[in-house]
Protein backbone atom coordinates (compact mmCIF):
# COMPACT_ATOMS: atom_id res chain seq x y z
CA UNK A 1 0.00 0.00 0.00
CA UNK A 2 1.44 3.23 -1.01
CA UNK A 3 0.43 6.37 0.73
CA UNK A 4 0.61 9.82 -0.49
CA UNK A 5 0.60 12.92 1.61
CA UNK A 6 0.54 16.48 0.22
CA UNK A 7 1.26 19.83 1.50
CA UNK A 8 2.08 23.36 0.40
CA UNK A 9 -0.98 24.78 -0.63
CA UNK A 10 -2.64 28.30 0.52
CA UNK A 11 -3.75 31.73 -0.16
CA UNK A 12 -1.79 33.56 -2.96
CA UNK A 13 -2.32 36.78 -4.72
CA UNK A 14 -1.65 36.61 -8.83
CA UNK A 15 1.94 36.82 -9.84
CA UNK A 16 2.86 35.05 -6.27
CA UNK A 17 4.28 31.55 -6.15
CA UNK A 18 3.65 28.22 -4.27
CA UNK A 19 5.50 24.78 -3.53
CA UNK A 20 3.79 21.90 -3.48
CA UNK A 21 5.31 19.01 -1.71
CA UNK A 22 3.86 15.42 -1.76
CA UNK A 23 5.45 13.02 0.46
CA UNK A 24 5.56 9.30 -0.34
CA UNK A 25 5.75 5.97 1.57
CA UNK A 26 7.38 2.89 0.61
CA UNK A 27 10.12 1.70 -0.73
CA UNK A 28 9.38 1.53 -4.02
CA UNK A 29 9.15 5.47 -5.09
CA UNK A 30 12.01 5.48 -7.59
CA UNK A 31 10.56 3.08 -9.67
CA UNK A 32 7.25 5.04 -10.04
CA UNK A 33 6.08 7.74 -12.54
CA UNK A 34 4.57 10.40 -10.23
CA UNK A 35 1.84 13.61 -11.69
CA UNK A 36 0.24 16.37 -10.81
CA UNK A 37 -3.19 16.69 -11.42
CA UNK A 38 -5.69 19.46 -10.04
CA UNK A 39 -9.72 19.81 -9.91
CA UNK A 40 -11.32 23.07 -9.74
CA UNK A 41 -15.00 24.04 -8.77
CA UNK A 42 -17.24 22.48 -10.95
CA UNK A 43 -14.82 21.29 -13.49
CA UNK A 44 -13.19 17.54 -13.80
CA UNK A 45 -9.45 16.66 -12.96
CA UNK A 46 -6.78 17.86 -14.78
CA UNK A 47 -3.13 16.42 -15.61
CA UNK A 48 -0.51 19.46 -14.35
CA UNK A 49 2.44 18.20 -14.94
CA UNK A 50 4.24 14.36 -14.64
CA UNK A 51 8.13 13.12 -13.85
CA UNK A 52 9.33 9.90 -15.02
CA UNK A 53 10.20 7.35 -12.28
CA UNK A 54 14.29 8.91 -12.96
CA UNK A 55 13.19 12.31 -13.31
CA UNK A 56 15.16 12.62 -16.47
CA UNK A 57 11.25 13.30 -18.29
CA UNK A 58 8.94 15.82 -17.93
CA UNK A 59 5.81 17.10 -18.91
CA UNK A 60 3.58 19.62 -18.57
CA UNK A 61 0.23 20.92 -19.50
CA UNK A 62 0.51 24.09 -21.62
CA UNK A 63 -1.03 26.71 -18.94
CA UNK A 64 2.12 25.23 -16.86
CA UNK A 65 4.77 25.51 -19.24
CA UNK A 66 7.03 28.16 -18.21
CA UNK A 67 5.47 28.57 -14.85
CA UNK A 68 5.52 25.52 -13.24
CA UNK A 69 8.41 23.31 -12.37
CA UNK A 70 7.51 19.10 -11.41
CA UNK A 71 10.93 18.03 -9.61
CA UNK A 72 11.43 14.89 -7.20
CA UNK A 73 14.16 13.95 -4.33
CA UNK A 74 13.82 9.69 -4.70
CA UNK A 75 16.24 9.69 -1.48
CA UNK A 76 13.60 11.77 0.36
CA UNK A 77 10.56 9.90 -1.33
CA UNK A 78 9.12 13.15 -2.22
CA UNK A 79 8.05 15.29 -5.37
CA UNK A 80 7.81 18.83 -5.55
CA UNK A 81 5.98 21.51 -8.03
CA UNK A 82 6.81 24.53 -7.87
CA UNK A 83 4.26 27.19 -9.31
CA UNK A 84 4.94 30.68 -10.18
CA UNK A 85 3.09 33.54 -11.55
CA UNK A 86 0.02 31.81 -10.23
CA UNK A 87 -3.14 33.28 -11.86
CA UNK A 88 -6.86 32.83 -10.51
CA UNK A 89 -7.05 30.10 -13.23
CA UNK A 90 -4.87 28.00 -11.08
CA UNK A 91 -7.16 27.47 -8.33
CA UNK A 92 -8.04 24.24 -7.38
CA UNK A 93 -7.21 21.15 -5.50
CA UNK A 94 -3.77 19.94 -6.35
CA UNK A 95 -3.23 16.27 -5.97
CA UNK A 96 0.03 14.02 -6.32
CA UNK A 97 -0.04 10.61 -7.84
CA UNK A 98 1.50 7.69 -8.49
CA UNK A 99 2.00 5.41 -11.60
CA UNK A 100 3.98 1.74 -10.79
CA UNK A 101 4.13 0.87 -13.94
CA UNK A 102 5.85 3.55 -15.96
CA UNK A 103 5.42 4.77 -19.54
CA UNK A 104 7.20 6.30 -22.23
CA UNK A 105 6.05 9.27 -22.29
CA UNK A 106 4.57 9.76 -18.80
CA UNK A 107 0.56 9.25 -18.42
CA UNK A 108 -1.42 12.22 -18.58
CA UNK A 109 -4.54 9.73 -17.72
CA UNK A 110 -5.75 10.19 -14.26
CA UNK A 111 -6.89 6.28 -14.89
CA UNK A 112 -3.38 5.12 -15.13
CA UNK A 113 -2.20 6.13 -11.67
CA UNK A 114 -2.86 4.24 -8.75
CA UNK A 115 -2.02 6.15 -5.98
CA UNK A 116 -3.41 9.39 -5.00
CA UNK A 117 -2.98 11.68 -1.88
CA UNK A 118 -5.70 13.51 -0.43
CA UNK A 119 -5.27 17.00 -2.40
CA UNK A 120 -3.76 19.88 -0.89
CA UNK A 121 -5.63 23.79 -1.89
CA UNK A 122 -4.53 26.14 -3.90
CA UNK A 123 -6.33 29.33 -4.16
CA UNK A 124 -5.34 32.21 -5.82
CA UNK A 125 -6.73 36.04 -5.47
CA UNK A 126 -7.00 38.46 -8.08
Known amino acids: QVQLVESGGGLVQAGGSLRLSCAASGRTFSSYDMGWFRQGPGKEREFVAGISWSGRSTYYTNSAKGRFTISRDNAKNTVYLQMNSLKPADTALYYC???????????????????WGQGTQVTVSS
Open 97 to 115: AADRTPTIPVATSPSKYAY
